[in-house]
């Protein structure tokens, strides 16, 4: 593409988001992002962009800088495609040019990724308000204390990542789940940091957008290192544990796919047998909306009860397309859209029918990589009084419905991008600020390094001897159960 295309096109997006994107300026009051500043860097960068691989690197960025979680670049694959499941996205992925252009980028990826494939990474994870080069070795473990002379936060939230920005509100900042350096290519970055027995320790590396985004694709070991600091479930999405002595059951649910409903919905049955539930949707990635209703809530609640939830939009040429739906299961799900001007209100009404004969203290487990579908269960139990939260906020965006797809009209990339509103917690908007715990705990490096001795440290047996959060929930049914 010429370069007055590839502008062309970022401009396009730019107005697609400042059209819908209701939060930009409730954005700006916590993450401290100027929406106007960030569209103007990322122009400059896009003009000066040498190849259409860069072109999608860049427009990745710009979006992952945007908060909200649903706001994203999909990768150009037809299958990534096909899972896209916003309102318009199977309409927009078979528009025109799409497929032939989706397989001009990945060829355009593969052939990037040549330059970088000389280059040892070094992987940076975020981990309650601190960011460490993590190792299996507890010795080997450095903690950041700064970069070019500065403090990591101020580097490492200006740079342009491939992963999404994020909040944490235990430690009040914004941060990236990690940060990829490489040992040849970019911006240099001389790393000032210690061991855990305190020694210090000096390194140059560098940061690249480019490199970073091709070792992400490429490298063997990038997801086991992406990984490291635990905070995800295990592998099993439905890690299911009963204890039935003590009257406990715990399941982890690492997301909400409909294709796996049934099953999900077996195993929370079966920890129902248990008067106190922990329900853990840390790094939930959500899934089709109304599966957490009938795979979670169905076979715990007793009795019936209707969920409501009305969120807002703008109404624009994207949005005015929408059409509600009514779809029959377990639950009945019922939306419906009032349109007001140039305003829209969006509603969902979930009549559940509880599948339940015993009453059930809940405890969900939920953090900053809860999102989705994820958090719209989180926010349920919240606003409903189900039952406890622990942990930190989620990312939110379960309760402004799906979202919507839209096609670059030159490159035809293809993004989704968040339109609806909703001031549902403590009158924040959940985009901007998703759902907050009742009770704020979260695990850090002394925990990761506890986990380093366990064999199977995802497991339920292994977490209760390292997992803060779970540990923490354990102690409040040990107190509820000596009150009683």
């Known amino acids: 593409m010429t370069p007055e ?40 960068l896009i003009s000066d962009c040498k ?12 979006l992952n ?19 896209s499941g916003g309102y318009n996205s199977a309409q927009q992925t078979k528009s025109f040019g799409v497929k032939k252009q989706a397989e001009h980028f990945t060829s355009a990826l593969a052939e990037d990724a040549y330059k970088y494939s000389d280059a040892k990474f070094y992987l940076a994870n975020y981990m309650d308000g601190k960011y460490y080069f993590l190792s299996d070795d507890a010795a080997k473990i450095i903690e950041i204390d700064s970069i070019n002379g500065q403090n990591p936060d101020l580097f490492i939230t200006d740079i342009q990542s491939i992963f999404k920005i994020g909040y944490d509100h235990i430690n009040s900042k914004p941060f990236y789940s990690a940060v990829v350096f490489n040992d040849k290519y970019g911006e240099k970055a001389a790393i000032c940091g210690h061991y855990t027995d305190g020694t210090e320790v000096e390194t140059e590396l560098y940061y690249s957008l480019f490199a970073s985004d091709t070792i992400s694709r490429t490298a063997n070991d990038f997801e086991n290192m992406k990984f490291k600091s635990g905070n995800t479930p295990d592998t099993d999405p439905y890690h299911l544990h009963i204890d039935s002595e003590n009257n406990i059951s715990y399941i982890s649910i690492g997301s909400f796919s409909a294709a796996a409903a049934e099953e999900l919905k077996e195993k929370v049955s079966l920890a129902g047998q ?13 899934g089709v909306s109304g599966t957490e209703i ?21 109404v624009n040429e994207s949005t005015e397309h929408i059409t509600p739906k009514i779809a029959d299961s377990d639950s009945v799900i019922k939306e419906t859209i009032e349109i007001n001007g140039n305003k829209g209100a969006f509603s969902e009404k979930y009549y559940v029918i509880g599948g339940s004969e015993t009453e ?67 009158n924040k908007d959940n985009s901007v600020c998703g ?14 390094i506890k986990k380093l001795s366990q064999e199977n440290s995802l497991s339920f047996e292994s977490r209760i001897k390292w997992d803060n959060v779970l540990i923490k929930t354990l102690e409040l049914i040990k107190e509820k159960q000596n009150d009683q």
């Open 435 to 448: 759902t907050a715990p009742d009770i704020y705990v979260q695990n850090g490096i002394d925990e990761y």
């Open 65 to 83: 800088a945007i908060p909200s979680v649903h706001t994203a670049l999909i990768f150009p694959d037809e299958n990534a495609y096909a899972q």
């Open 274 to 286: 248990c008067e106190n539930v922990i329900i853990d949707l840390r790094g939930n990635t959500g």
């Open 5 to 44: 295309k590839r502008l062309a096109d970022f401009e396009y997006a730019c107005e697609t988001i400042e059209a819908s994107l209701h939060q930009l300026n409730d954005y700006e009051q916590l993450y401290n992002i100027n929406y106007d500043e960030l569209k103007a860097e990322y122009a400059g």
């Open 360 to 426: 059930h203290n809940l405890f969900v487990l939920i953090d900053y990589n809860t999102i989705s579908a994820g958090d719209e269960a989180a926010s349920l139990v919240k606003q409903y009084g189900l039952g406890t939260l622990i942990g930190n906020n989620t990312a939110g965006e379960g309760r402004t419905g799906s979202y919507l797809t839209a096609v670059l009209p030159n490159s035809r990339l293809v993004f989704n991008y968040n339109f609806g509103y909703n001031y549902i917690d403590e």
């Open 294 to 314: 009938n795979s979670l809530f169905v076979p715990l609640l007793t009795g019936n009860i209707s969920f409501e939830n009305t969120f807002n939009f703008d």
């Open 51 to 62: 190849n259409d691989a860069e072109f999608y690197y860049l427009m990745k960025s710009f």
